[in-house]
């Protein structure tokens, strides 16, 4: 545990010495940012994407993986279990949002609902069944879902994308409690960012102001105001969730949800 004076105060950090965590969607966003601060704390970090990062930072390494694929899960699971020995935390951060201009119920179609669902939800079944048999031969683990504040509200627009994130919601429940079976403790939670300062968001905005013949600042500006603490949270925000979600400080916590949106909820 590392130990930081800040105004006087003593503040204790987690950290992860001989720990080994798999980021998926960790070449960017609230993955990228995990995967960096777990490697900050001690870990071995491996980083999956379908891309590399441009710029890596040092102690995270690379492995390719679509999560839509059952093939990739297992294999990639495999390798780092043979290589490193064990795996002790998931944090399953791959995600996309799909059409938010014209993703409406009557507008999405099959194809781009099941595009959406696959990689927000399958993605993560995926990733929970596979790292729970790994995790199971330790009888312990640490599985952390980004699900999103978008999983409680029902919206006119992107349907794909709220659904898929309400079944992350309800499936790492379901993951939760079968990790105590057996006198196991293979926890999961859920993390629900709002509005967070990250590719996707950016996306967001550019395709609203696209259909709003708009620049995008009024867009952003009008987003902001809708937070209480006053602006978009960064990646950064999310990945201190996530770290003390699979932290040993942590350990009693498990099934549970917990948004980190600046108080967007509390206006909805």
């Known amino acids: 545990m590392k130990v930081f004076a800040r105004l006087g105060l003593v503040v204790a950090l987690s950290t992860f010495e001989s720990w080994v965590v798999l980021v998926t969607g960790g070449s960017g966003g609230i993955g990228a940012a995990a995967a960096h601060l777990f490697a900050e704390r001690g870990a071995t970090v491996i980083a999956a994407d379908l891309r590399d990062a441009a ?5 995270v390494a690379f492995l390719p993986l679509d999560v839509t694929s059952e093939e990739n899960w297992a294999s990639a699971v495999a390798h780092i279990v ?25 507008h999405t179609s099959l194809a781009e609902w099941r595009r959406v669902m696959a990689v927000n939800l399958d993605g993560i079944f995926l990733g929970c ?40 919601t309800q499936l790492t429940k379901s993951v939760a409690l079968f990790g105590t079976q057996g006198g196991k403790r293979i926890r999961c939670n859920s993390v629900h960012p709002g509005r967070t300062d990250t590719a996707m968001l950016q996306s967001i905005v550019a395709q609203r102001a696209q ?19 006053g602006a978009a949270g960064t990646p950064q925000d999310v990945a201190n969730l996530i770290a003390f979600l ?7 916590i498990t099934g549970g949800e917990f948004v980190v949106d600046g108080g967007w909820k509390l206006l909805r």
């Open 82 to 106: 043979e290589r490193h020995g064990r795996l002790d935390v998931l944090v399953n951060a791959a995600g996309i949002v799909g059409d938010v201009v014209s993703g409406t119920l009557e």
């Open 129 to 168: 069944r596979e790292a729970m048999a790994a995790m199971s031969r330790q009888s312990r683990g640490a599985i952390v879902n980004v699900s999103s504040v978008g999983s409680y509200c029902p919206t006119t627009q992107s349907v794909a994308y709220g659904a898929s994130k309400g079944g992350v």
């Open 55 to 59: 710029q890596r930072p040092a102690g």
């Open 246 to 252: 699979a932290s040993d400080e942590a350990g009693y």
């Open 211 to 229: 259909r709003a013949a708009d620049t995008g600042s009024s867009e952003a500006k009008a987003s902001a105001a809708r937070i209480p603490l």
